[in-house]
């Protein structure tokens, strides 16, 4: 459980499903003190905490929240009444890297045991809660890349910085350091309006720390931080990059239409 996992949606967020191998399973409750509070598991359930070398599902972390989804057994027994693992939550234990995913058995008295580490899994990401939380978490950098362009042709204050951000459905919002007049709202609707109307592609990279540091719009995030020296970066259309750790739409035609619901002080 110490053991670092490979973040595969860092390289390809439109993987769903994935085969890989049981390296550890344990309630939660036997984790180390420190590693418990991470979790905020549903009341009443007995919840378990799986690992993996590599996990498909993204942990919560850049104000983006984890996946939900399954875990089975890759090669079902002819019974059926194999262990299904439902992953209510996913979180990254840092400094060593190993993700874990937390959940429950349905039904509760068919686990998996040690007796099946080593064992092939497959994991199945729910699709429709990670779509809607790639196309949120893109939204945000599309209201914050039009936020820049709008402080860079003089609309709003040259001196904005870009602050922290949350792409949680029904709480989504970007920070931004500085003073935004109540009045600009309609002119970043327009500005964001543009953007998407203009189907930018999303590209993912991975460049050195003193690259991203260069070309970024806002200053590192830490999920961002990939192997060895790597940071990965999103960049959206050419026009701004920013780096993260998160999943994202491949174009900005998939966001529909974001709505700037209002500015906060
Ligand atoms: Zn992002």
Known sequence: MDQKTDPLYQKD????????????????????????????????????????PSTIFHTQGGGQ????????????????????????????????GAILHLGTFEPPEIVLTEQEIGLEVRQDVDVPTRVLHSRLHTAGHVLGLAIHQLSRSGVLPADLKDGKASHYPGAAFVENIGLIPGEAKGAIQERVDELVAQDHTVNIHFW?????????????????????????????GGLGSYPCGGTHAGRLKELGRVVVRGIKR
Do not use: W
Request: glycine residues 6%; negative net charge; hydrophobic residues 35%.
């Open 13 to 52: 967020g439109d993987i769903y499903s994935h085969t890989t191998t049981l390296t550890s399973i344990a309630p939660l409750s036997s984790l180390p003190p420190t590693v418990q509070p991470l979790f905020k598991p549903p009341p009443n359930t007995s919840p378990y905490i799986l690992t993996s």
């Open 65 to 96: 929240p984890s996946d939900i989804g399954g875990i089975t057994l890759a090669s079902p027994t002819p019974s059926g009444s194999d262990p299904k693992f439902a992953v209510a939550q996913v979180r990254k234990v840092f400094p060593s």
């Open 208 to 236: 050195s720390a003193k690259e991203a540091e260069e070309k970024c719009i806002s200053g590192m995030d830490g999920a961002a931080v990939a192997e060895g020296e790597e940071v990965r970066v999103v960049d959206i």
